[in-house]
């Protein structure tokens, strides 16, 4: 992971694994390579990818034009990185694609799909809107970092909250919480039991995350 902050002396031993098949210990011991698949994560190029997001590029899958400025910037960037040797070595250098908005949202409903699993034992259940649902992937993405940020957004605005409403006992066994966002810096959680609950507000659906379709 992160091989452009590695050690100078790791290159050494990649080498010899890329171009042998096998390492040598200190004492001639001997490590098999020939069935490895070894892969190397680099952050090289987010710099740019934050660039053009902040001056409304569009580095979406379907802006084929600019991926390949892209994958430019980033092959002349790990030039100057790494020695020829080594990039001569790798069979394939893999750029991804910037997350797209449906994929910022899929992935917070993975994160909230996770907080509603811990509290399956005492039958609480989370209703996300649509604002919210949105609210969390714009704020919880940056172009330099991913979506790494979300996870945390996410523990923070839905569970940190839910856990101080919890103590407070504000939320019950059994009831179901409301996460919306209607303007403010942070989501609004209100908890109601269930059978209470009468909305005619479309984007939320008791018992689910809502979800565009």
Known sequence: DEIDKAHPDTFITLLQALNHGHLTDGQGRKVDFKNTIIILTTNLGTRDIAKAANTGFNLGANNESSYQRMKDQGSSELKQQFR??????????????????????GI?????????????DRRITLDVTDSAREWLANTGYDPAYGARPLRRLVQTEVGDQLARMLLAGKVHDGDTVLVDQTGGEHLELSAWASDQIVSDDPSVSVGNVTEDK
């Open 84 to 105: 020829p040797e080594f990039l001569n070595r790798l069979d394939d250098i893999v750029m991804f694609h910037p997350l797209t908005r449906e994929e910022l949202g």
């Open 108 to 120: 917070v409903d993975i994160q909230v799909a996770g907080v509603s699993q811990r509290l399956t």
